[in-house]
């Protein structure tokens, strides 16, 4: 709390001359005629008309500028009336922000993320899918690390030998792992779902993470 005189005036209060105290407690200023060691408390400073009491000013800013009604041509008021006119847009720009982010994360969790598969024992190799409601299969002809990682989803898998897949998908992985180079002999593609059902039971797990080491000659579905 500080306090400051900033001039002689005549106490509504009393009617008496006397020292012009403004108060302030935080942001907050409150006006005071001292006469003496007897204080008369007149009000808020936004609401006391100075210039209606004050015969002799002895500093034009009362604590640190705050500015009182009449004074300053009523500016403490004009700021309020912008704070009130900027409080309502700024709330509403918010709320509207609000639902957006929430929209947002809400469409993610539904549409899913992509799987992040990482394949190779050094993890060089690596294959992003963003569609998680398809089924996908990675064949090597050399031993493998595979991990299998999603972002708000989960997955199932299942690892079974070359010779029980389709053979509408061993056509499908000689025809690709032809167009790659001998020393990346991995195949990774998206199968139709209809052309492995006999497979779909053998299907495990709710997995957000999967890892495993898939030998030559066997196959992981995902």
Same mark, same amino acid.
């Given at each position: 709390?500080?306090?400051?005189?900033?001039?002689?005036?005549?106490?509504?209060?009393?009617?008496?001359?006397?020292?012009?105290?403004?108060?302030?407690?935080?942001?907050?200023?409150?006006?005071?005629?001292?006469?003496?060691?007897?204080?008369?408390?007149?009000?808020?400073?936004?609401?006391?008309?100075?210039?209606?009491?004050?015969?002799?000013?002895?500093?034009?800013?009362?604590?640190?500028?705050?500015?009182?009604?009449?004074?300053?041509?009523?500016?403490?008021?004009?700021?309020? /009336? !912008?704070?009130?006119? %900027?409080?309502?847009? @700024?709330?509403?720009?918010?709320?509207?922000?609000? &639902?957006?982010?929430?929209? *947002?994360?809400?469409?993610?969790?539904?549409?899913?993320?992509?799987?992040?598969?990482?394949?190779?024992?050094?993890?060089?190799?690596?294959?992003?899918?963003?569609?998680?409601?398809?089924?996908?299969?990675?064949?090597?002809?050399?031993?493998?690390?595979?991990?299998?990682?999603?972002?708000?989803?989960?997955?199932?898998?299942?690892?079974?030998?070359?010779?029980?897949?389709?053979? /509408? !998908?061993?056509?499908? %992985?000689?025809?690709? @792992?032809?167009?790659?180079?001998?020393?990346?002999? &991995?195949?990774?593609?998206? *199968?139709?779902?209809?052309?492995?059902?006999?497979?779909?039971?053998?299907?495990?797990?709710?997995?957000?993470?999967?890892?495993?080491?898939?030998?030559?000659?066997?196959?992981?579905?995902?």
């Amino acid at each position: 709390m500080s306090a400051r005189s900033i001039g002689r005036g005549i106490c509504p209060r009393c009617g008496r001359e006397g020292s012009v105290i403004v108060k302030r407690i935080g942001d907050q200023g409150y006006v005071y005629v001292k006469h003496g060691k007897v204080w008369h408390y007149i009000g808020p400073l936004e609401r006391v008309d100075l210039q209606s009491i004050l015969i002799e000013h002895t500093t034009p800013l009362p604590l640190n500028g705050l500015q009182a009604k009449g004074a300053s041509g009523g500016s403490m008021d004009n700021a309020r /009336s !912008l704070s009130k006119a %900027l409080a309502l847009p @700024l709330g509403i720009a918010l709320m509207v922000l609000g &639902v957006v982010m929430a929209t *947002v994360v809400v469409a993610i969790m539904v549409i899913g993320a992509p799987y992040k598969v990482v394949i190779g024992a050094d993890g060089v190799t690596k294959y992003v899918v963003n569609n998680t409601n398809a089924v996908y299969l990675f064949y090597s002809l050399t031993p493998a690390n595979v991990t299998v990682s999603t972002i708000y989803a989960s997955l199932k898998a299942t690892i079974i030998p070359y010779s029980s897949l389709p053979t /509408s !998908l061993k056509a499908m %992985l000689t025809h690709v @792992l032809s167009r790659v180079p001998q020393a990346n002999s &991995v195949a990774f593609l998206q *199968v139709n779902i209809t052309s492995i059902e006999a497979l779909l039971p053998s299907f495990m797990g709710n997995y957000t993470t999967f890892k495993a080491m898939i030998p030559p000659n066997e196959a992981l579905l995902i």
